[in-house]
């Protein structure tokens, strides 16, 4: 075969097969879109698993007419401008590929209004077919995706979709750790049209305890550990909880807000638990580890998962020092968490 460029289409599904993988990184995609926008009200609508439709809808800044179409184009971003911008990022997303991605392998609406704009306009993508008409419809302040029928068009991945049951137990999982990433922002998750879950904004220290309760169970709270410590613009803070589990269910760790299965900080948590507190199989946690967004890389897998510590070994030991100090407290002083 000769050397040619792929068409616009299939560069997007490629793409597609590294951020969408199941209806649950729809989600995830595309709740982060809503957070990046400064939402404080987040719905989220599952119609059989994600299978049939996806429907995220939010209060944030919206998009104006003029970007609507702008917005579903690959590579279109409005989070970084520069190198400079992609070495420090804030927001969840940069990589202006989701909504691309997802469209070519979905049917995609878009329905958005900014606060200063008069009214709400929409766009319609459908594989490989991105309707240039933007039409007008009626919507309230901020922006609502509605994902339909995904992987209609590539049967090849359709095939690897779980039951509606299996698929939507990833998206609730999602959003039980979404919730706890930020409390300030409510979340409501449907499922087949029956609320499923429902987290009001938790604004002050006991509202987000309810919210770490309602996610992990009142005994994880009742048994919980509270830290918070600083070293050389390094913050762990968060709750550890010694309850006994027999599965890792209640483990949720967060850099800089974003949620993530990191290996140097698991790595950490589990050497300060084989050495200091032995024979707890499965710890539970809430973590949030914040550092200068400099000093960390997130453009490492396009799902963002993972990040790369520029001073990793630093990372590493400030986390095991900080959890070990407050399970060696703990023991010396043998609180009641311990009494069991
Ligand atoms: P990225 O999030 O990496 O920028 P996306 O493809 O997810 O790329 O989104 C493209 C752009 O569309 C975003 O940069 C943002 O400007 C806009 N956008 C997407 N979703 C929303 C939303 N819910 N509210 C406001 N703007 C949005
Ligand atoms: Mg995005």
Redesign the pocket.
């Known amino acids: 075969m000769s050397i040619q460029i792929l068409p616009p289409i299939l560069a997007n599904q490629i793409a597609a097969g590294e951020v969408v993988e199941r209806p649950s990184s729809v989600v995830k995609?595309?709740v982060?879109?809503?957070l990046?926008?400064g939402a404080d009200r987040i719905e989220i609508d599952i119609d059989k698993g994600g299978h049939k439709r996806i429907l995220v809808r939010?209060n944030?800044?919206?998009?104006a007419k003029s970007e609507l179409e702008l917005?579903l184009s690959r590579h279109?971003?409005?989070?970084i401008h520069c190198l400079d911008d992609l070495e420090q990022i804030a927001s969840l997303?940069?990589?202006?590929?989701?909504?691309?991605s997802i469209s070519s392998v979905a049917r995609l609406t878009i329905s958005?209004k900014p606060q200063s704009q008069e009214a709400a306009w929409q766009a319609f993508a459908e594989g490989a077919e991105l309707a240039v008409k933007v039409q007008p419809v009626a919507h309230p302040d901020g922006?609502s995706?509605d994902i339909q029928d995904l992987f209609f068009n590539t049967p090849a991945r359709r095939k690897f979709l779980r039951t509606e049951k299996t698929e939507f137990s990833h998206i609730d999982e999602l959003i039980r750790r979404i919730a706890l990433s930020q409390f300030e922002v409510g979340f409501t998750l449907k499922h087949n049209g029956k609320r499923v879950r429902h987290y009001p904004a938790a604004k002050n220290a006991a509202a987000r305890e309810k919210r770490i309760a309602r996610v992990c169970g009142e005994s994880f709270m009742q048994q919980a550990l509270t830290l918070d410590s600083q070293y050389d613009g390094l913050r762990l803070h968060g709750w550890l909880s010694l309850e006994r589990r027999h599965q890792p269910e209640h483990q949720f760790v967060y850099v800089n807000g974003r949620m993530m299965r990191d290996k140097l900080i698991n790595h950490a948590i589990r050497q300060v638990f084989n050495e200091v507190h032995p024979g707890e199989d499965y710890p539970g946690f809430v973590l949030y580890l914040e550092l200068d967004p400099k000093q960390v890389d997130v453009n490492v897998h396009p799902a963002k998962h993972e990040v790369r510590f520029h001073q990793a070994r630093l990372v590493h030991d400030f986390i095991y020092r900080a959890l070990a100090d407050v399970l060696n407290q703990t023991l010396t002083t043998g609180s009641e968490s311990l009494q069991r």
Do not use: M, Y
Request: avoid cysteine; charge should be negative.
């Open positions: 995609e595309l982060e879109n809503s990046d926008a939010d944030g800044k919206g998009i917005a279109a971003t409005s989070k997303g940069f990589r202006g590929e989701a909504l691309a958005s922006t995706v």
